[in-house]
């Protein structure tokens, strides 16, 4: 069956410039190839579309096929998986993908894991595909948070590929991907890096003054109630390894912005090996923030569970996910 997908002349012109810097809007005009009209209802939980190498997929996570069409395996010499949930990030993602690209002599596997964005974003990502073929795109059928994102992109790579690493970081570019190098350095000797605002060296740009104070008491009172040792918590910059993916995509199960502190808590229980390393955290220029009075509440009502839960080394681990992808 045939179909045709609309891509941005922006997202297309960015191909074929060498500035990285440049983030322009996409401009919803042309078209690209796919190879499947995809259903546009979805009834169950967990359904989503997979778009990788002019492919599309559409199943639960746990049942897509390793061996489908365009899903091979990592190179020996390239096991890095980066995840990057978008909603509504189409001003954002296309040269944020490009910046990273540039980074890496071998192509890292990237991950976008879409809750079906109306601004085009996933026609501005499949773009970019056309370029760069190790780039797959999980369209889930609406918001179910930005925890469900991420352990579903990680789910993905550690399913479908055999990435030593996993990177986690935001569309909006307030984690500078120029910053990625010194997370992967820092992974060399841990199973945790988390990019950190509140490390020496660390830097906010752009937040009220109001903003910046509730996230210095929040990241302190997590130190303080779970011990971690650390003063990041929140921001979701990070390296994994994958022992430390596996557990955490067993165990930790928030929907929302506390899968953050959560999967924090469980990696250090576990006595997996935890680094901070300084980031300059920049307020998005485009688009919206997706963190509102619930996300907060949320966030607030999760850290109280947490902490009536009791600690120490997670007895469930999902061994279906220790040997690398499926054959």
């Not at 950190?196 to 752009?206: L, N, Q, T």
């Not at 009172?221 to 990070?238: D, I, P, V, W």
Request: aromatic share 6%.
């Amino acid at each position: 069956m045939g179909g045709q997908i609309r891509v941005g002349r922006k997202a297309i012109a960015s191909l074929a410039t060498d500035d990285a810097s440049v983030r322009p809007p996409s401009s919803p005009i042309g078209t690209a190839p796919v190879s499947h009209i995809v259903p546009e209802e979805f009834d169950e939980q967990n359904i989503f579309e997979v778009m990788t190498g002019g492919q599309v997929l559409v199943g639960p996570i746990a049942e897509l096929p390793s061996e489908a069409p365009g899903i091979e395996e990592l190179p020996k010499h390239a096991r890095l998986s980066i995840v990057i949930p978008t909603l509504n990030e189409a001003e954002n993602v296309s040269n944020l993908i490009l910046r990273i690209e540039t980074l890496f002599t071998e192509e890292p596997q990237i991950i976008v894991v879409d809750d079906n964005s109306s601004d085009g974003t996933v026609d501005s990502v499949l773009a970019m595909s056309e370029r760069f073929r190790r780039i797959r795109v999980l369209r889930r059928p609406g918001r179910g948070g930005i925890g469900s994102a991420v352990r579903d992109g990680i789910r993905f790579a550690l399913e479908h590929s055999d990435s030593e690493r996993v990177v986690t970081m935001d569309a909006d570019w307030s984690h500078d991907p120029s910053q990625l190098p010194a997370l992967l350095e820092a992974a060399g000797d841990a199973d945790f890096v988390q990019g950190s605002r509140y490390a020496e060296g660390g830097e906010i740009v752009g937040w009220p003054a109001t903003r910046r104070l509730l996230s210095i008491l929040g990241n302190n009172a997590c130190r303080f109630l779970f011990r971690t040792g650390l003063r990041e918590h929140t921001t979701f910059y990070r390296v994994f390894s994958r022992e430390c993916a596996q557990l955490i995509v067993a165990n930790v199960q928030d929907d929302g912005y506390a899968w953050g502190v959560r999967s924090l808590v469980v990696a250090v229980d576990a006595g997996l090996r935890a680094r901070e390393v300084p980031i300059t955290f920049v307020e998005r220029a485009n688009g919206e923030s997706k963190l509102g009075i619930r996300e907060m509440i949320g966030w607030v009502f999760s850290i109280v569970r947490l902490l009536g839960q009791p600690r120490g080394i997670p007895d469930r681990f999902d061994q279906s996910l220790s040997s690398g992808p499926s054959r």
